[in-house]
């Protein structure tokens, strides 16, 4: 049985930095929590109507917020300027 990997660019630029990080995955979905500067921050990816999209905390430490689109490059660009 094939396993997909989802959030794989999110976690290699993970591992790229040098930061750990916990994957699971869940229905066919990634979720990825991990620990910078002693803030912890999640990525939840959902399905929702039959598009895909990741919520997050990235942007605001204590709030949630939902990214839509190429949400996996938006994540990125958003931890490059940390």
């Known amino acids: 049985m094939e396993e997909?990997?989802?959030l794989s660019r999110v976690r290699a630029f993970l591992e790229e930095k040098g930061?750990?990080?916990e994957y699971t995955e869940e229905d066919?979905?990634?979720s990825v929590d991990f620990s910078y500067?002693?803030?912890p921050y999640h990525i939840w990816e959902f399905?929702?109507?039959g598009e895909r999209g990741a919520e997050t905390n990235l942007y605001h430490g204590g709030r949630q917020q939902?990214?839509?689109g190429d949400?996996?490059?938006e994540?990125?660009?958003e931890m490059k300027r940390w």
């Open 28 to 30: 066919g979905l990634g």
């Open 75 to 77: 994540l990125i660009r």
């Open 4 to 6: 997909r990997q989802y």
């Open 47 to 49: 399905e929702e109507n």
């Open 19 to 21: 930061w750990e990080y």
């Open 37 to 39: 500067r002693g803030v």
């Open 66 to 68: 939902e990214v839509l």
């Open 71 to 73: 949400y996996e490059e």
